[in-house]
Structures are given as C-alpha cells and as structure tokens.
C-alpha cells in the first residue's frame, strides 16, 4: 500500500488520472479496513471527492456510445464539475458512516467484477471488432493492476521512454474513464447496477475467465522478460512486433515511468556513492596490485594493517580530541605547578637530543604523558571535567576495541558460515575468476598472474590434501619440533629474565655511569629475540611436515608464546620497578613535610597565611609518578620495536635484494637462485609483530596518551615502507595459500591479546594507588574514584542513590547470571539453527539429485519415442520405396546419445537456483 | 497525431533524428523492452560504433569487423575477445564481425542490471570454444590457458592442468558424462559470490 500512495501523491500534481487510478486500487484493498487516522481519512476525502467528480461526470453518460465519449471528453469535463460538488457530500457521508462503507465497498468491488466479466465477455466474442475495441481496457485494467505491482517491483528492470508516455496519455484517461465509469455506476446506484450486471454473469465461466487472463499475462511476461532471453536482437524484435498488439494494454506502466526515473537517478547515484567510496578506501590500488603479485596471504597482511590503522585512527581521535587538546588548551599552562615544570637537577640536560630521544626532559613534563594532567576536577570556560574524562577515554579506548575485534570476528564467521560452499572451489577459480572490467594491459598482465597463482595455490592445497606419508616418523618428527621449540621459548624467557635483573641492578646503582647497551638492553634483548627466534621455529618447523596451512598455524602459535612470554616478563619487571618507585614516594612524601615545614619556619616566620610565592615551582621536591613511568617505558618499547623492524627490513631485505641483484655478475654461482637469493615476505611474522605492537598500545595507552598517535605514525609509514619493500625487493612465496581461512585465527590471537594486555592495566588501575602529586587523579586513594566524585557532585542525590543500589551484590549477581543464561541461550539456539541449515541444505541437494533423475529419464523416454515415432515412419516409407535405409536411423540414434539440448532445458529449472525457469521455457515453447 | 501511427512504432525510437544521423540509414534502437540499457547508454554505444564505422573503409557498412571491435580499450585485453565477437555476431561469414544490434546486445549482457541468467548464459557460450553447447575437457583446458595469459612463466604444467581440469569435472559435473552443461554452468555460477559483479563492462 504504501508504495501506492506514494505514487499516488507524487503524480497527483501533473496527472489526474493516475492519482485516481491508485485512489481506487487503495479503496478496493482497504475497503475492509474500519480504522483509519483522521489525517488519513482527510486525504482519502479530498482524492475521492476528486473521484467522485469524475465518476459523476460519468453518470451521466453511461448509455452514451464510447467512441463519441472519447471525442466529447473534455466538454464532459468541466460540466461534471458542478455535479462533483453534490456527490462529494455524499462522500463524506460515506466517510463518516464506516459500517455503510464498508458494504459498500463490498458491493463496489462485486459490481466491478460483475462488469469486468461482462466487457470480457463481450471481448471474447467480439474480439476483432474494432468498434468495441475500448471496451477491452477495462479488462486490461485488470490484468495490468496485477502486472503493475510486479513490474514496479522490478521498475529499474524496465526502462519506460518518456515519449510512449505521451503517446500513451490520451488512451490512459479513457481508459481511466471507463474505469471510473463502472466505478461511479456502482458506487451512486449499486441496486440497479446489480440487477444489470446479474444477467450477464452467467455466460462466462471463471475457467475461460481465467484462461484469457492467463494467454494475456503470459504474452506480457514474455514481452517484459524478452531482454532477459539470450536472443539476437533481431528475433528479439520480430517477437516484439508480433505481439505489439499487445503493447497498448501496457498503458499503465506509464504510472511507473514517474517512480521509475527517480529510481533510475536514485540507483545512478547509488552507483556513483558506491564508486567513491571505494575509491575513499585508502592504499586500496596499492593492495591489488601486491595482490596481483604476490597472492592473496601477502595482501591479506596489509588488509589487516589498514584495519588497524582504522582502529588506531578512531583510539587517537578519542585520546587527542578528549584528553591531550583540552588540556593543552584549557589546563594551567607549562611551569605553573611542580607536575608541568622540568625540575631544577633535570633542567641542564632537559632539551638534549639524547635525552629527548628518551622521552625524558620536556617530553616527559607535556602533555604526552600521565604525569603532566592536572587533577582540577574542571577546566576552562567550558567547565570541562578532565580526570572524568580521563578516566573514561582510558575505559572508552579498550571497550571500543573489545567491541571492534569481536564484531569483526563474528562477521568473518559469517562469511566463512555463509561461504562454505567450499565445493566449487576450483570452478569458480575457473569460470568467475576474470575481471571483465580490465581495460589496462598492465593489470591484465598482473590479473594472469595471479590467476595462475591462485590455481597453483589451489591445486597444491589439494595435493597436500591428499598426501599420505609414513605415520610414525612424522610424529616423533613432531615431538621433537615441539621439544626443541620449548627449549627455545625457555631460553628466551630466561634470557629476559636474566636481563631485566640485570638491569634492575642497574637501576639501582644508577644508569648514568652505564653505556648505551646497559640502558637500552632490555629492549634490545626482545626485539633480537623477537627478530631471530621465528626463524629458527621456521627451520624447526619443516621437520614437521604439516600441511602449509597447519603449519602456518602452529608457527603463529609459536610465536604468539614467544612474544606474550616476552611480554609478560617485561610486565612483571615493570611491576617490580613499581613497587620500588613506591617506596621511594613514601620517603619523598615524608621529606615533602619536612621540606615544607622548612621552608615556612625559614623564609616566612612570622605570617604562616601568606603563600611561599618566591619557591619556583620546578625548586618544590616532588615523587617519583610511577605512572609516567610505566607510559615512558611503553613508548621506548615502542620506538626501538619499530626501528628494529625497519631496520631489517632495510638490511634484510633491502641491501640483500640489493647485493644479490648486483654481486650477481661477478660471482662463482647464481646468487638469485642459489643461496641468498631474494628474501620472501614473512606474513606470520609480520601479522604477529603488528598485533603484539597493538597490545602494547592497549597496555600503555592509559599511562601515555601519546601512544595512539606514535602508533598511527608507525602503521602510516609501515604501510608505504613495506609496500615498497615488497614490491622491489621480496619474490613471491614458492608456497602461496589462502589466508581467508586463517583470518579469523590473526583476529583470535588480536582478542586474546588485548583481553592479556588489557589485565596488567586494569590491575594497576584498580589496585594501585596513584601518585600523591602527579596526573589526573592525584590526591584520591584509587583511581576510578573520580567517578564517584562525579556522581557526587554533579549529578542530583537521588541519581547517586539509585546507582548505589543499582550496584550493591544483590542487583548485580542476579544481573550476571542473566547474561550468563542470556548468553547460553543464544548460543543454543544458533546451534539449533546451523543444524537446521545443514539439513536444510542436505535436502535440497537430495532433491536436485531426485529432479534430474527425473528429468534424465523423461528425456530419454521421450528420445525413445520419438526413435520409435521414426522407425514406424521408415518402416511405413521403406515399404513403400524399398531403398534408403541407412540414413535416418544414424540421426536418430544421434537425438538418443546426446539429449542436451532437452535436457539441458528441463533440468535447469530444478536447479535451486532458477526456480522460474521451467514456466518460462514452457511459455516460450508454447508460443 | 503519434495515435495514428503504428502502435509498434515507439520502439523504434526516432532518438537519432536528433542528432542528425543519416537519415536514410533507418536505425533501429530497440529500447529498454529488449535491452538492459538505459538511453544515454545506447546513444553512448551508437556514438562508438560510428566511430568505429567511420574508420572502415565503406562508408557506414553495417558491420564492423573484429579487429575493429578488438580496438576497444575495454576489450582490447581481455582473453576472451575473440570469444566475445564470435558468440555475439550474427554475420552469416562467421568472421566475428558485430552489427549494432548485435553491439547492443553484447553490451547489453555485460551491463550493470542485466540478470544472472543471462549473464552466465552468454558466459557459458564464451567459455564453449568449439560451439558444441557444452563445456568439455578442451574446453576447459582453452579456458584455464586463456586465463593464465599467453607467456610460459605464467602457464600452468600439463600436470597442473590435468590436475586442475580433473578437479573443476568433479565439482562441476554434477552428472558425470564427463562435460558441464549450461544447467550445471549455471547452477556452479548462481553460487558464485563475484560472478555478476566481475562480468561486466561499461563503455
């Protein structure tokens, strides 16, 4: 319905004729309906007081001939005004008796069909009589009601020329005439109307009723499907001329022609948005084309790079806009209080490059670390509260990403639930793979190759499939990969163990009188160990002998150990360093009394109430803020983790591609197939590399709101380096797989990564005091007791009351086992649902199968018959002329052995694909 | 009065009267009932098929032969361009060359709107190298080394390729008689996630 008031409304300006076409088609199907809005019924009033205009304008000249009405109609046309006046009160009363409309209605649509059987009737009688020819509309009326709504279904399908409608307009009001001639018959006088229309019922049965219908929706059909037919265009025409006839009873898809052309523009504009926005996805040429090259695992890495340049895009934007940008703006400025001023001892070395380097010096005191935000509960002229939102960017940053991975891994579920249709894998490679869009020969060549890479990727997995080997060499193969593996996680952690404990004795005699090394060996130590153990795990791995996905797995899984071991001793030392950085604060704190009561009795001894102005702020003892700490630590951990990556891939890749490429000339063997040759693009690595990067961001970004945005510089320059790299120095991968399948394993490994590095951060946040003069929440005993402060202070009392009894135990256990049921519920029932689709799908084949049976013997009946059909008549002709003998008979074993044709016809309809078919070919070979 | 002229006549939309084409060349543009195309669409075609026209040696012979066609930049490397032509033309001489008819309906299946079916219906022509309405083993072998481009380093093993063919029957070949038929074609494509959205091709 809604469809057609639309129309109605949007052509009732321009054409009456049609608004009253649709007026009458809303009144018949909401004929039954009582209620309706008062709004609604104005509207209906006001369109069927037009009706009703008309309608009387007919009245009068239901016993007039139709051609002369035809000529007179616009003379009727503005007589029928004054009379329309009369009938619209008659209308309203129509309106407002409901009960009576309905009968009405009832009998309005019984007398319609009483004078549709008549005209039709007529029609089959008098079919070439041209006089009675318009007669016929009302039929076709009919007919086109029920082939409107299909065709504005599919109205882009249909493009209408604005020409035909002119054409068509003068035949249209007729047409709309006579309808509403039957129509303001029945309405203003049913009883007499009745009596006539009951005469003639009788004469035509509703099966030759709907045989005609039938012939002529068919007719209609073929002609609106005719371009969806593999014809040439010249028998496509010669159909199309022979059944024109035809054409003019399609007047009223002339209705459509206004929807249709702001569908089209609407589509166009679809198309056009669709274009933009894949041309708004960044680095997306640069991805196909490593695609083309490479394969779809190596883009498959800088897919999921550019995922995480979105995610870390959307984490800045929250720390910058929320945290970093009021405070820099609106907060007191550098050098107003102790916490945003370089101390006195620090200040010499303060803007040194090395120490800079470091992020120490001014980089510590700004705005890039904990240390340096104010706890003022409100800033500026805005009254902003910063530690508030502080603290929620801090939780906001984390809730997001839980939100984004786990989204993202429930639609890469569904697709691989959707698309496990993993049975035509090799046609579609074959039949569906070329881009028939392809008008450069460039990316022709680049598409060859990667189709070829994409059947070579396909047949080995296949290969390895089926592979069979000796079982019990292979597992003691495995065992001690996985043994000498342990041996290597061990002695990594150890190593950093080692090393950290090194360098906490370090610490405590002082880093100063150490070198470089010594400062920076705990980072070191990881990135080389992160840098050379995936390596030695490949080596272990082609022991194993697994399928290359399988083992593509089990070396991310490895590495995943390696590196979260790193990590988590990382994390434990760092805890370490907290508690020392603790106790230190609580003797700068006793100092801190002992300083101040100094500094009272000394400088002001007489007037206590004046403030000490002349102390400098950057002079005034302060603690350790082992928050900026832990921020300062992340970043370094950072920095050396992303030069330590370009630097290999710089002197890896680079001055390897670079030597092997030009020592080639000059050397005893081939350097590009021999031994160096060209390095490989290390997905797993590189996948792995990024995600624990990421965790780190998740893990320190509460300590140093910087960190988003470092990441967004690295991930940004990554992006172009690595394209770069790969494309002039990496060969493609001998063994090139898929990574579809093992997209969703990256994302398992990013949850389970940002659930670890998100416990250490939440474990400090809620067990850990914070510091006594330093970052947004100093002075309070925890940290989130901002928002208890907030709820306090600026909401009203009762708001503060029902969130204490929102989160007393009982409300919030009760609460957690709903979820839990709630979410073990949903998990049954999408179990419940995967089988029913599997036994659903399994059904359908079964039918298929059972179909073409079917199909397959009913050809070959029918071939068999129709050999017999020949044989009778050769038997018959032989007898006749006693010679020729040979030759029929080939042919018609010919039509035995290769009943394509037929059956390729009847098959395809029981295809689940193309429910449709069969009418269609049945109608086409009918005509 | 248009009313008085035959009720057929609006397909043959008298479009070009008004860019004045010749007048005597009686051009047929059977409009959206026959083809998915839109107006700007077809006069688009009509404007490059007359310009391919123009450079052939006859003035507005009513043909244009394949290589002409092959010139267009969205042909010109594609691997089934031959393919193409041949399944679209009507010429008798079985040269290849299209008519505009046959041009419309050659862009009229690989437009944006047009069906699945008959999209994977000319598909399945194009792929069927020899003509004999089903897709065989040789078939398939043309196919996979039209898609893997002409030079070796790209071309697949005969290993490979017997592999891959045997691998594609089994799928495909949902009744074993050793070929794929347009119903089975056409049930492999309906399946397909690309298929409609890579079998096109815009002028």
């Keep these: 319905m809604p469809r057609h008031k639309l129309i109605a409304s949007e052509s009732d300006g321009k054409d009456n004729e049609f608004s009253l076409y649709y007026v009458e088609v809303e009144e018949n199907s909401q004929g039954g309906q009582e209620k309706q809005t008062t709004r609604d019924g104005k509207r209906r009033r006001e369109r069927n007081g037009e009706v009703s205009r008309r309608r009387a304008s007919e009245k009068r000249t239901t016993e007039v001939d139709n051609k002369r009405a035809k000529k007179k109609h616009e003379k009727r046309h503005k007589t029928a005004r004054k009379e329309g006046e009369k009938h619209e009160k008659r209308q309203r009363r129509k309106n407002a008796d409901e009960e009576e409309a309905e009968e009405e209605s009832n009998k309005d649509k019984k007398n319609i069909k009483n004078e549709r059987t008549k005209t039709l009737k007529r029609d089959d009688e008098k079919e070439k009589d041209v006089k009675k020819k318009r007669k016929k509309h009302v039929k076709n009326e009919e007919d086109s009601a029920n082939f409107e709504k299909t065709k504005q279904k599919d109205c882009h399908d249909m493009p209408l020329k604005e020409k035909k409608k002119k054409r068509k307009k003068p035949e249209t009001t007729s047409e709309s005439e006579s309808k509403s001639e039957s129509e303001s018959e029945s309405d203003s006088a049913p009883e007499s109307k009745d009596n006539q229309a009951v005469g003639v019922l009788g004469s035509l049965t509703p099966e030759e009723l709907e045989k005609l219908k039938e012939a002529v929706d068919e007719r209609k059909k073929l002609i609106a499907t005719m371009r969806g037919k593999p014809w040439p265009m010249k028998k496509k025409l010669v159909v199309l001329r022979s059944s024109c006839v035809l054409q003019r009873q399609e007047t009223l898809l002339i209705i459509s022609f206004l929807y249709y052309s702001n569908c089209q523009k609407w589509m166009k504009f679809q198309r056009d948005f669709e274009n933009f926005k894949t041309a708004c996805i960044p680095w997306e040429m640069k991805i196909k084309e ?169 047949i080995v997995e296949e290969q390895e499939s089926r592979k069979d080997d000796n079982i019990h060499l292979t597992r003691f193969l495995r065992v001690l990969a996985n043994f000498l593996v342990l041996c290597c996680l061990a002695g990594s952690g150890y190593l950093i163990y080692f ?85 230190e604060e609580e003797i700068v704190k006793k100092n801190m009394t002992i300083w101040q009561a100094n500094l009272y009795n000394g400088t002001v001894p007489d007037n206590s109430t004046a403030p000490p102005t002349t102390v400098h702020p950057a002079d005034i003892p302060r603690g350790p803020c082992w928050e900026t700490m832990v921020g300062q630590e992340f970043v370094r951990l950072i920095i050396s983790d992303t030069m330590t990556t370009y630097i290999t891939l710089i002197i890896g890749d680079f001055l390897r591609a670079v030597l092997v490429r030009f020592l080639n000339n000059c050397w005893c063997w081939d350097l ?256 | ?75 010109k490397s594609n691997p089934f361009r031959k393919r193409i032509c041949h399944v679209f033309s009507t010429s008798d001489m079985k040269d290849g060359s299209l008519s505009f008819e046959d041009f419309l309906d050659l862009l009229s299946a690989f437009s944006d709107s047009a069906t699945l079916e008959i999209k994977s219906h000319y598909a399945f022509r194009i792929f069927d190298f020899d003509d004999d309405g089903t897709l065989d083993a040789r078939d398939l072998e043309k196919l996979v080394n039209s898609l893997t481009g002409e030079t070796d380093d790209t071309r697949l093993t005969g290993e490979e390729m017997r592999q891959l063919i045997s691998n594609i029957l089994e799928e495909s070949d949902i009744d074993k008689d050793g070929t794929v038929n347009l119903s089975e074609f056409q049930h492999v494509i309906s399946r397909s996630p690309d298929f409609v959205s890579s079998f096109k091709i815009v002028l």
């Design chain 1, 499 to 583: 090393v950290v404990r090194r360098s906490q004795k370090f610490a405590l005699l002082g880093l100063e009188s150490y070198g470089w090394w010594e400062r920076n060996e705990v980072n070191m130590v990881m990135s080389l160990l992160g840098m050379f153990c995936p390596m030695l795990f490949d080596v272990i791995s082609t022991l194993e002998n697994y399928h290359p996905r399988v083992a593509l797995q089990w070396q991310l899984g490895r590495i995943f150990a390696l590196f979260l071991g790193n990590l988590y001793t990382f994390i434990i030392a760092l805890m370490d360093a907290i508690q020392l950085k603790r106790a």
């Design chain 2, 1 to 75: 009065m248009r009313s008085g002229r035959d009720p057929c006549a609006f397909s043959r939309m008298d479009l070009f009267t008004r860019k004045k084409v010749q007048p005597t060349e009686p051009i047929l543009i059977p409009h959206g009932e026959l083809t998915f195309l839109t107006k700007q669409e077809i006069l688009m075609a009509h404007k490059i098929f007359s310009e391919l026209q123009d450079r052939e040696n006859g003035p507005y012979s009513s043909r244009v032969s394949m290589e002409k066609i092959h010139t267009l930049p969205e042909l």
């Design chain 1, 290 to 458: 490593i695609e083309s090259h490479f394969g779809s695992s190596v883009a498959s890495y800088f897919i999921f790079l550019r995922w995480m340049y979105g995610i870390n895009m959307i984490l800045f934007g929250l720390t910058f806009g929320l945290v970093m940008v009021p405070e820099a703006l609106m907060g007191k400025p550098y050098g107003s209080i102790p916490r945003k001023t370089v101390p006195r001892e620090e200040e010499a070395s303060a803007m040194n490059f090395a120490v800079l380097w470091d992020f120490g010096g001014y980089a510590k005191y700004s705005v890039l670390f904990y240390g340096y935000y104010n706890s003022q509960r409100a800033i500026g002229w805005l009254k902003f509260r910063l530690p508030l939102s502080y603290f929620l960017v801090g939780v906001g940053t984390v809730a997001y990403s839980y939100m984004v991975v786990i989204r993202t891994m429930a639609r890469n579920a569904n697709e691989e639930g959707g698309g496990d249709d993993t049975s035509f894998n090799f046609s579609w490679k074959t039949f569906t793979s070329w881009d028939y869009l392809i008008g450069n020969p460039e990316t022709a060549d680049n598409k060859f190759a990667s189709i070829t890479t994409s059947f070579k990727e396909a």
């Design chain 1, 672 to 927: 590009e197939y021999g031994f160096p040759s060209y390095s490989e693009f290390d997905v797993s690595g590189n996948v792995l590399g990024l995600i624990f990067n990421q965790g780190m961001i998740w893990m320190g970004a509460f300590y140093a709101p910087c960190l988003p945005a470092l990441n967004l510089l690295r991930l940004h320059v990554s992006m172009y380096l690595q394209c770069w790299a790969v494309m002039c120095c990496n060969v493609p991968q001998e063994r090139v797989f898929k990574a579809s399948g093992s997209n969703n394993f990256y994302m398992a490994m990013l949850l389970v990564i940002l659930f670890l590095s998100t416990l250490p951060a939440i474990y400090t946040i809620v067990s850990i005091p914070p510091s006594f003069d330093c970052g947004p929440f100093s002075g309070k005993t925890r940290m989130f007791d901002v928002i208890q402060e907030t709820l306090e202070s600026d909401f009203p009392a009762w708001f503060g009351k029902v969130f204490s009894y929102a989160s007393n135990p009982g409300l919030v256990l009760p609460f957690l086992l709903l979820l839990v049921l709630a979410i073990y519920y949903l998990q049954s029932t999408s179990k419940t649902y995967k089988r029913v689709n599997m036994e659903l799908k399994k059904k359908l084949q079964t039918q298929n199968e059972e179909n073409k049976k079917k199909n397959k013997l009913a050809a070959l009946k029918a071939a068999n018959e129709l050999e017999q059909a020949r044989k009778a008549g050769e038997t018959r002709s032989s007898s006749s002329q006693h010679t020729q003998n040979s030759e029929p008979p080939v042919s018609s074993t010919h039509t035995t052995t290769r009943p394509p044709a037929s059956r390729g016809h009847t098959s395809s309809g029981h295809l689940p694909g193309h429910p449709q078919q069969p009418q269609k070919n049945s109608h086409s070979n009918r005509r």
